[in-house]
């Protein structure tokens, strides 16, 4: 069965870093691009970013270049999502989802929460 | 960055009845491969997206089929045959043949009438 699990979400303060993993499973993770797609509260989906398969291309949302950094470990099947200098306008749930474009697997999604 | 425009934002239909929702690009989702990349996802209340349709009309395992996708170029349509009380939520549609970005539309909010 093919799983992924977020982690790492919060309450972080305009400004600040925070980190989110997604754990994957069940499917031959070196295999497929992977992405991070948020939602705002009570707003729609926006994609943020994705990864290649062995991590040689990366892609970005105008609004969060040079700010997000996606990156995976293969050998540990996981994929995170660094996210500095954060603003309030990125509080939302950050869903991991597989695939090239985000196809059937998503994550539960791990809520960033970004207030003072 | 390829927009993506969807009606009705708001959808209320009686149990029974059927349903459509129109999605339009403000340009050709035809792929160089000849595909065309144009999905179809349905979020529950306090669920996570669930893919429905995959290029334009093939339905995922497990998907009843009162559900279909159809279109092409810019304008596609999802429609469900007969709407059950499971159906409500949030469907958007996205594109993936112009990327990055991949874009959705900004949502049509099903309830029952």
């Known amino acids: 069965e093919v799983q992924l699990v977020e982690s790492g979400g919060g309450l972080v303060q305009p400004g600040g870093s925070l980190r989110l993993s997604c754990a994957a499973s069940?499917?031959?993770?070196?295999?497929?691009?992977m992405n991070w797609v948020r939602q705002a509260p009570g707003k729609g989906l926006e994609w943020v970013a994705n990864?290649?398969?062995?991590?040689?291309?990366?892609y970005y949302v105008d609004s969060v270049k040079g700010r997000f950094t996606i990156s995976r470990d293969n050998a540990k099947n996981s994929v995170d999502l660094q996210m500095n200098s954060l603003r309030g306008e990125d509080t939302a749930v950050y869903f991991c989802a597989r695939g090239n474009p985000p196809g059937r697997y998503w994550g539960q999604g791990a809520l960033v929460t970004v207030s003072s | 960055d390829v927009v993506i425009t969807q009606s009705p934002l708001s959808l209320p239909v009686t149990l029974g009845q059927p349903a459509s929702i129109s999605c339009r690009s403000s340009q050709s989702l035809v792929y160089s491969d000849g595909n065309t990349y144009l999905n179809w996802f349905q979020q529950r209340p306090g669920q996570s997206p669930r893919r429905l349709i995959y290029k334009v009309s093939n339905r995922d395992s497990g998907v009843p089929d009162r559900f279909s996708g159809s279109g092409s170029g810019t304008d596609f349509t999802l429609e469900i045959s007969r709407v059950e009380a499971e159906d409500v939520g949030v469907y958007y549609c996205m594109q993936g043949t112009h990327w990055p970005p991949y874009t959705f539309g900004q949502g049509t909010k099903l309830e029952i009438k």
């Open positions: 990864i290649k398969e062995d991590g040689s291309e990366k």
């Open positions: 069940g499917f031959t993770f070196t295999t497929f691009w």
